[in-house]
Nanobody, 117 residues
């Protein structure tokens, strides 16, 4: 079992920045890639970015150039730096980590990001 705990959400004005953090604990050896998703009411959870333990990154097109994912393997923590935020970025942001050996994803509890216009 892996536990993911997000932090760093909040209220920010359009054009501002936030940095989200997600700390993993538990059976860390069962995961490698960690990533971020977001969800707004009535919509499916949307992939944003992911990073492997080796540092390989993948981004959804709409956030390329504005969001940056990084990780500190020593702390088992992944970050999402979000710049030039827009009101449409308002959502609950979730940390994700797929299990390497079974078809199971671990999810954090979510952190609210609200961007005011």
């Amino acid at each position: 079992q892996v536990q993911l705990v997000e932090s760093g959400g909040g209220l920010v004005q359009a054009g501002g920045s936030l940095r989200l953090s997600c700390a993993a604990s538990g059976n860390i050896s069962s995961i490698d890639a960690m990533g971020w998703y977001r969800q707004t009411p009535g919509k499916l959870r949307e992939f944003l970015a992911a990073i492997t333990s080796g540092g390989r990154k993948n981004y959804e097109d709409s956030v390329k150039g504005r969001f940056t994912i990084s990780r500190d393997n020593a702390k088992n923590t992944v970050y999402l730096q979000m710049n030039s935020l827009k009101p449409e970025d308002t959502a609950v942001y979730y940390c994700n980590a797929p299990n390497l050996y079974i078809e199971r994803d671990y999810w954090g509890q979510g952190t609210q990001v609200t961007v005011s216009s």
